[in-house]
């Protein structure tokens, strides 16, 4: 079989023994990722790669299979190994390029906007591409042809026996619920009445960050705010659906298998949306506009307004709610 990319497919680099692969950002940032890693490990599958990124990518990879053999963390970095390659997988450079170049590597792949630093192999940068696609095309320049499409997360036994002991008693099966986002624009402000809707079809579990009480409180069903990183790989494992806003726990859940229901703004399904529809609804919101002071919300070369109106609240709940309930 051919080997595929997005994009132009470039030479390997020879003798790559060390791979540095840059991602910041939240959970979900890192799942964009995961296939472009995957792929880079199977293109060089002598080296190790390490990525740096944040403390919760460590959270969650360090100990785990998979294609990345340590995380160090941004910006406490202490002296970084020699590497042969590194990979820019963070933005179009204005920031990240100089950074990457710092690291000393032989070769230096990754985006490229006018106003970034140039690195030995440039990827032309536009704003608007999924992030996954947009991530596998960077590592066709590194010599990687893609080797999935879909990121995926092993789950160990660890994460199952946390998530045991925190669903203990709830009968199967199992909705889980995350209220929340990072951008408060992406937040559905409607999971009180669908849960009220899905009522003795399943049992509800709502999970959430310690920071994120306030979008908890008072939601039907078992909150669970205190759960570790493997405990909350366990609990959306053990789920037959995640229903969620545009977050880092939806594409924790799509990575590990379970089904989810997820409610989007148009510009974000762009960046963010999974790719099949089979095991993972999607509902958009086309709200073009700040529900506040009706500044355009599609323009992102003109920053955004101060508030932090949801752009989704008209998602029907019945829309949202159907969806869940048939895929139990």
Known sequence: MPAFSIGPLC???PDVRRIAVLR????????????????LALAYPGAEITLIGTSVHRDLLSGRPGPVSEVLVLPDLAEPPAFDLAVQLHGGGRWS???????????????NTPDAVALDRP???AYFQNETVRWLEVAGFAGAPVATLEPSLAVTEADLREASAALSGLPRPIVTVHPGATDPRRRWPHFAELIT????????????????GALLQGLPGRVLSGLSMSGLVGVLASSAVVVANDSGPRHLAQAVGTQTVSI????????AGPAGRARHGVHISWTARCPVCG????RHDLGRCEHDASLVADVPVADVLTDTLSRL
């Open 24 to 39: 910041g950002g939240g959970l979900g940032d890192l799942f964009f990722a995961l296939p472009a890693i995957e792929s």
């Open 97 to 111: 390029n100089p950074f990457l170049r710092q690291l000393g590597a032989r070769v230096t792949v990754g985006p």
């Open 295 to 298: 500044a355009d919300c599609t």
């Open 264 to 271: 989007y703004w148009m510009g974000n399904v762009i960046h």
């Open 197 to 212: 809707g899905i009522g003795d079809r399943a049992s509800v579990v709502v999970v959430g960050t310690e920071s994120e």
């Open 11 to 13: 030479a390997p680099v």
């Open 123 to 125: 990827v032309p940068f």
